[in-house]
Protein backbone atom coordinates (compact mmCIF):
# COMPACT_ATOMS: atom_id res chain seq x y z
CA UNK A 1 0.00 0.00 0.00
CA UNK A 2 1.50 3.57 -0.53
CA UNK A 3 2.61 5.46 2.18
CA UNK A 4 0.18 8.10 2.00
CA UNK A 5 -2.45 6.36 1.75
CA UNK A 6 -1.39 3.99 5.16
CA UNK A 7 -1.02 7.73 6.73
CA UNK A 8 -4.16 8.32 5.59
CA UNK A 9 -6.13 5.86 6.95
CA UNK A 10 -4.10 5.99 10.34
CA UNK A 11 -5.89 9.44 10.54
CA UNK A 12 -9.11 7.91 9.94
CA UNK A 13 -10.79 11.42 8.62
CA UNK A 14 -11.04 10.77 4.73
CA UNK A 15 -13.53 13.94 2.74
CA UNK A 16 -16.92 11.86 2.00
CA UNK A 17 -16.70 14.29 -0.79
CA UNK A 18 -13.92 15.58 -3.01
CA UNK A 19 -14.33 18.05 -6.19
CA UNK A 20 -12.18 19.16 -8.68
CA UNK A 21 -11.36 21.70 -11.00
CA UNK A 22 -9.25 19.63 -13.79
CA UNK A 23 -7.13 22.38 -14.76
CA UNK A 24 -4.08 22.63 -17.30
CA UNK A 25 -4.89 20.44 -19.98
CA UNK A 26 -4.00 23.20 -22.47
CA UNK A 27 -0.26 24.72 -21.10
CA UNK A 28 0.67 20.97 -20.41
CA UNK A 29 0.17 20.19 -24.80
CA UNK A 30 1.35 24.27 -25.11
CA UNK A 31 4.57 22.87 -22.98
CA UNK A 32 5.24 20.02 -25.32
CA UNK A 33 4.86 21.93 -28.55
CA UNK A 34 1.01 19.64 -28.93
CA UNK A 35 -2.18 20.86 -29.98
CA UNK A 36 -4.27 21.79 -27.09
CA UNK A 37 -6.50 18.37 -27.58
CA UNK A 38 -3.54 16.22 -26.49
CA UNK A 39 -3.83 17.75 -23.03
CA UNK A 40 -7.50 16.78 -22.84
CA UNK A 41 -6.35 13.23 -23.87
CA UNK A 42 -3.60 13.04 -21.54
CA UNK A 43 -6.39 14.54 -18.74
CA UNK A 44 -8.56 11.59 -19.11
CA UNK A 45 -5.21 9.14 -17.15
CA UNK A 46 -5.43 10.98 -14.54
CA UNK A 47 -9.17 11.07 -14.29
CA UNK A 48 -8.98 7.08 -14.45
CA UNK A 49 -6.04 7.92 -10.92
CA UNK A 50 -8.26 10.01 -9.29
CA UNK A 51 -11.35 7.27 -9.52
CA UNK A 52 -8.81 4.62 -8.47
CA UNK A 53 -7.07 6.51 -5.47
CA UNK A 54 -10.91 7.63 -4.60
CA UNK A 55 -11.83 3.74 -4.25
CA UNK A 56 -8.69 2.61 -2.27
CA UNK A 57 -9.11 5.71 0.22
CA UNK A 58 -12.43 5.16 0.55
CA UNK A 59 -13.60 8.53 -0.60
CA UNK A 60 -17.87 8.09 -1.34
CA UNK A 61 -18.50 10.92 -3.83
CA UNK A 62 -15.96 12.82 -6.54
CA UNK A 63 -17.17 15.53 -8.34
CA UNK A 64 -15.10 16.37 -11.38
CA UNK A 65 -15.69 19.49 -13.73
CA UNK A 66 -15.10 18.27 -17.19
CA UNK A 67 -16.99 21.13 -19.33
CA UNK A 68 -18.30 24.19 -18.62
CA UNK A 69 -21.18 26.46 -20.40
CA UNK A 70 -18.13 28.68 -20.76
CA UNK A 71 -16.28 26.12 -22.66
CA UNK A 72 -19.01 26.19 -25.57
CA UNK A 73 -17.05 29.53 -26.46
CA UNK A 74 -13.50 27.53 -27.22
CA UNK A 75 -12.92 26.49 -30.94
CA UNK A 76 -15.23 23.87 -32.53
CA UNK A 77 -12.35 21.49 -33.01
CA UNK A 78 -11.04 21.59 -29.31
CA UNK A 79 -15.23 21.44 -28.42
CA UNK A 80 -15.73 18.23 -30.49
CA UNK A 81 -12.25 16.73 -29.25
CA UNK A 82 -13.22 17.01 -25.78
CA UNK A 83 -17.00 15.40 -26.84
CA UNK A 84 -15.11 12.76 -28.37
CA UNK A 85 -12.88 12.29 -25.50
CA UNK A 86 -16.30 11.91 -23.08
CA UNK A 87 -17.69 9.42 -26.13
CA UNK A 88 -14.18 7.11 -25.74
CA UNK A 89 -13.95 7.42 -22.06
CA UNK A 90 -17.65 6.00 -21.99
CA UNK A 91 -16.59 2.75 -24.33
CA UNK A 92 -13.34 2.43 -22.35
CA UNK A 93 -14.10 2.48 -19.04
CA UNK A 94 -18.08 1.89 -18.34
CA UNK A 95 -17.21 -2.47 -17.76
CA UNK A 96 -14.82 -1.08 -15.44
CA UNK A 97 -16.46 1.33 -13.40
CA UNK A 98 -19.48 -0.86 -13.28
CA UNK A 99 -17.40 -4.09 -11.68
CA UNK A 100 -15.83 -1.67 -9.50
CA UNK A 101 -19.08 -0.15 -8.20
CA UNK A 102 -18.31 3.44 -9.72
CA UNK A 103 -22.10 5.10 -10.00
CA UNK A 104 -21.78 7.45 -13.11
CA UNK A 105 -23.77 10.82 -13.14
CA UNK A 106 -24.08 12.95 -15.08
CA UNK A 107 -25.06 16.76 -14.79
CA UNK A 108 -25.43 19.73 -16.02
CA UNK A 109 -27.09 21.58 -19.17
CA UNK A 110 -27.60 17.98 -21.13
CA UNK A 111 -29.94 19.44 -23.97
CA UNK A 112 -26.63 21.11 -25.25
CA UNK A 113 -24.85 18.22 -26.06
CA UNK A 114 -24.71 16.20 -29.61
CA UNK A 115 -26.64 13.17 -29.88
CA UNK A 116 -23.74 10.54 -29.80
CA UNK A 117 -22.82 12.28 -26.48
CA UNK A 118 -26.33 12.36 -25.11
CA UNK A 119 -26.17 8.54 -25.80
CA UNK A 120 -23.07 8.19 -24.33
CA UNK A 121 -24.33 9.84 -21.12
CA UNK A 122 -27.09 7.20 -20.95
CA UNK A 123 -25.59 4.40 -21.59
CA UNK A 124 -23.07 4.81 -18.44
CA UNK A 125 -25.45 6.47 -16.27
CA UNK A 126 -27.62 3.32 -16.98
CA UNK A 127 -24.82 0.12 -16.85
CA UNK A 128 -23.19 2.20 -13.90
CA UNK A 129 -26.78 2.46 -12.11
CA UNK A 130 -26.45 0.01 -9.56
CA UNK A 131 -23.05 1.17 -8.22
CA UNK A 132 -22.87 1.62 -4.16
CA UNK A 133 -18.95 1.97 -3.97
CA UNK A 134 -18.02 5.48 -5.26
CA UNK A 135 -20.47 8.66 -7.18
CA UNK A 136 -18.65 9.49 -9.77
CA UNK A 137 -19.97 13.39 -10.91
CA UNK A 138 -19.57 13.91 -13.63
CA UNK A 139 -19.95 18.15 -14.54
CA UNK A 140 -20.28 18.61 -18.02
CA UNK A 141 -22.41 21.83 -19.71
CA UNK A 142 -22.43 22.89 -16.20
CA UNK A 143 -22.57 26.32 -14.76
CA UNK A 144 -23.26 26.82 -11.14
CA UNK A 145 -25.06 29.91 -11.67
CA UNK A 146 -26.65 28.47 -14.25
CA UNK A 147 -27.56 25.74 -12.03
CA UNK A 148 -28.50 28.37 -9.21
CA UNK A 149 -30.54 30.24 -11.46
CA UNK A 150 -32.58 26.91 -12.88
CA UNK A 151 -32.97 25.87 -8.97
CA UNK A 152 -34.53 29.51 -8.09
CA UNK A 153 -37.07 29.32 -11.54
CA UNK A 154 -38.41 25.70 -10.34
CA UNK A 155 -39.33 26.97 -7.19
CA UNK A 156 -41.06 30.07 -8.56
CA UNK A 157 -43.41 27.94 -10.66
CA UNK A 158 -44.08 26.02 -7.95
CA UNK A 159 -45.37 29.44 -6.01
CA UNK A 160 -47.42 30.70 -8.92
CA UNK A 161 -48.91 27.19 -9.47
CA UNK A 162 -49.83 26.95 -5.51
CA UNK A 163 -47.65 23.99 -4.51
CA UNK A 164 -44.75 26.02 -2.52
CA UNK A 165 -45.40 29.14 -0.48
CA UNK A 166 -42.56 32.15 -0.19
CA UNK A 167 -41.88 31.32 3.28
CA UNK A 168 -40.85 27.66 1.98
CA UNK A 169 -38.63 29.39 -0.17
CA UNK A 170 -35.53 28.18 2.21
CA UNK A 171 -31.42 27.34 1.77
CA UNK A 172 -32.82 24.05 2.08
CA UNK A 173 -35.43 24.20 -0.24
CA UNK A 174 -33.01 25.45 -3.12
CA UNK A 175 -30.53 22.89 -2.16
CA UNK A 176 -33.00 20.26 -2.76
CA UNK A 177 -33.36 21.49 -6.29
CA UNK A 178 -29.47 21.26 -7.07
CA UNK A 179 -28.06 18.77 -9.32
CA UNK A 180 -26.49 17.48 -6.31
CA UNK A 181 -29.93 17.78 -4.38
CA UNK A 182 -29.44 14.27 -2.43
CA UNK A 183 -25.42 14.53 -1.67
CA UNK A 184 -23.81 15.99 1.43
CA UNK A 185 -21.38 19.27 0.07
CA UNK A 186 -17.88 18.86 -0.88
CA UNK A 187 -15.40 18.56 1.92
CA UNK A 188 -12.78 19.18 -0.14
CA UNK A 189 -12.49 21.37 -3.35
CA UNK A 190 -9.00 20.81 -5.44
CA UNK A 191 -7.83 22.64 -7.94
CA UNK A 192 -4.87 22.00 -10.20
CA UNK A 193 -2.49 24.39 -12.23
CA UNK A 194 -2.29 27.04 -9.71
CA UNK A 195 -5.12 29.13 -10.51
CA UNK A 196 -6.65 30.73 -7.48
CA UNK A 197 -9.97 30.51 -8.60
CA UNK A 198 -13.64 29.00 -8.58
CA UNK A 199 -14.82 29.75 -11.95
CA UNK A 200 -18.29 28.79 -11.20
CA UNK A 201 -18.04 25.55 -10.05
CA UNK A 202 -20.53 24.10 -7.10
CA UNK A 203 -21.11 28.10 -5.66
CA UNK A 204 -23.65 26.96 -3.31
CA UNK A 205 -22.14 23.38 -2.59
CA UNK A 206 -18.83 24.63 -1.53
CA UNK A 207 -19.52 26.98 1.24
CA UNK A 208 -17.78 25.04 4.25
CA UNK A 209 -15.73 23.46 1.85
CA UNK A 210 -11.42 23.42 2.09
CA UNK A 211 -9.61 24.63 -0.31
CA UNK A 212 -6.81 22.99 -1.98
CA UNK A 213 -4.90 24.32 -4.96
CA UNK A 214 -1.74 22.66 -6.49
CA UNK A 215 1.05 23.87 -8.86
CA UNK A 216 0.81 20.43 -10.85
CA UNK A 217 -0.93 20.41 -14.13
CA UNK A 218 -3.65 18.16 -14.17
CA UNK A 219 -2.52 15.54 -16.96
CA UNK A 220 0.39 15.04 -14.39
CA UNK A 221 -1.97 14.65 -11.47
CA UNK A 222 -1.46 10.99 -9.92
CA UNK A 223 -3.33 9.53 -6.81
CA UNK A 224 -0.21 10.54 -5.11
CA UNK A 225 -1.32 14.25 -5.61
CA UNK A 226 -4.86 13.16 -4.33
CA UNK A 227 -3.74 11.66 -1.36
CA UNK A 228 -1.38 14.75 -0.30
CA UNK A 229 -4.61 16.94 -0.82
CA UNK A 230 -5.89 14.24 1.10
CA UNK A 231 -3.46 14.96 3.95
CA UNK A 232 -3.34 18.34 3.92
CA UNK A 233 -7.38 18.15 4.65
CA UNK A 234 -6.59 15.79 7.60
CA UNK A 235 -4.11 18.62 8.66
CA UNK A 236 -6.96 21.61 8.62
CA UNK A 237 -9.57 22.76 11.46
CA UNK A 238 -13.09 22.73 10.22
CA UNK A 239 -15.45 25.18 12.25
CA UNK A 240 -17.56 25.77 10.33
CA UNK A 241 -18.27 29.68 11.54
CA UNK A 242 -17.92 27.91 15.05
CA UNK A 243 -14.99 27.90 17.28
CA UNK A 244 -13.05 24.43 18.01
CA UNK A 245 -13.40 23.34 21.38
C1 LIG B 1 -9.15 22.48 -18.30
O1 LIG B 1 -7.89 22.65 -18.91
C2 LIG B 1 -9.74 21.19 -18.65
C3 LIG B 1 -10.86 21.03 -19.42
C4 LIG B 1 -11.62 22.16 -20.00
C5 LIG B 1 -11.38 19.68 -19.76
C6 LIG B 1 -11.22 18.58 -18.76
C7 LIG B 1 -11.34 17.30 -19.48
C8 LIG B 1 -10.62 16.18 -19.24
C9 LIG B 1 -9.71 16.05 -18.11
C10 LIG B 1 -10.68 14.98 -20.13
C11 LIG B 1 -11.92 14.18 -20.20
C12 LIG B 1 -12.61 13.93 -18.94
C13 LIG B 1 -13.54 12.99 -18.76
C14 LIG B 1 -14.25 12.88 -17.47
C15 LIG B 1 -13.89 12.03 -19.79
P1 LIG B 1 -7.66 23.87 -19.88
O2 LIG B 1 -7.89 23.41 -21.28
O3 LIG B 1 -8.49 25.04 -19.47
O4 LIG B 1 -6.13 24.15 -19.64
P2 LIG B 1 -5.38 25.56 -19.73
O5 LIG B 1 -5.93 26.42 -18.63
O6 LIG B 1 -3.94 25.17 -19.49
O7 LIG B 1 -5.62 26.10 -21.10
Request: glycine share 8%.
Amino acid sequence: MSDRLERIRLHGAVPQHIAIIMDGNGRWATGRALPRPHGHLAGMQAVREVVAGCLDAGVEVLTLFAFSTENWQRPASEISALMSLLEEYVAKETAELAERGVKVRVVGELGRLGESSRQAVDDVSQRTGSGSNLLLNLCISYSSRGEIARAARQMAEEVVAGTLTPAEVTEEALGKRLYTADLPDPDLLIRTSGEMRISNFLLWQLAYAELYVTPVLWPDFTREHLYDAILEFQRRDRRFGRVTA
